[in-house]
């Protein structure tokens, strides 16, 4: 019903920016909250932004470098990620809350030189 699909991901060096994009398509009837999650190998998945209407969430580790958008009118979230650290490499995963269900992305790459 409900497809995420990630883009934007890719190799960037540390201190650089990367923007990464998470349109929602299909039979969304309302939508909760969107937001991105992350996880690195051998680590659990966790919780790096998350946006409702009038508010956002941020993990502390990423506080005042990342920051977390969307365009209604597209069903699209962003995360557009300054000052990347090596740290920050991760699979990057959108994910969809509505009243219904849960959605998730199939993941987006995001590596940061050492």
């Known amino acids: 019903q409900v497809q995420l699909v990630e883009s934007g991901g890719g190799l960037v060096q540390i201190g650089g920016s990367l923007r990464l994009s998470c349109a929602a398509s299909g039979s969304i009837f309302s939508i909760d909250a969107m937001g991105w999650y992350r996880q690195a190998p051998g680590e659990q998945r966790e919780l790096v932004a998350l946006?409702?209407?009038?508010?956002?969430n941020y993990a502390d580790s990423v506080k005042g470098r990342f920051t977390i958008s969307r365009d209604n009118a597209k069903n699209t979230v962003y995360l557009q990620m300054n000052s990347l650290k090596p740290e920050d490499t991760a699979v990057y995963y959108c994910?969809?809350?509505?009243?219904?269900?849960?959605?998730w992305g199939q993941g987006t790459q995001v590596t940061v030189s050492s």
């Open positions: 994910y969809l809350r509505s009243s219904y269900s849960t959605y």
């Open positions: 946006i409702r209407s009038g508010s956002t």
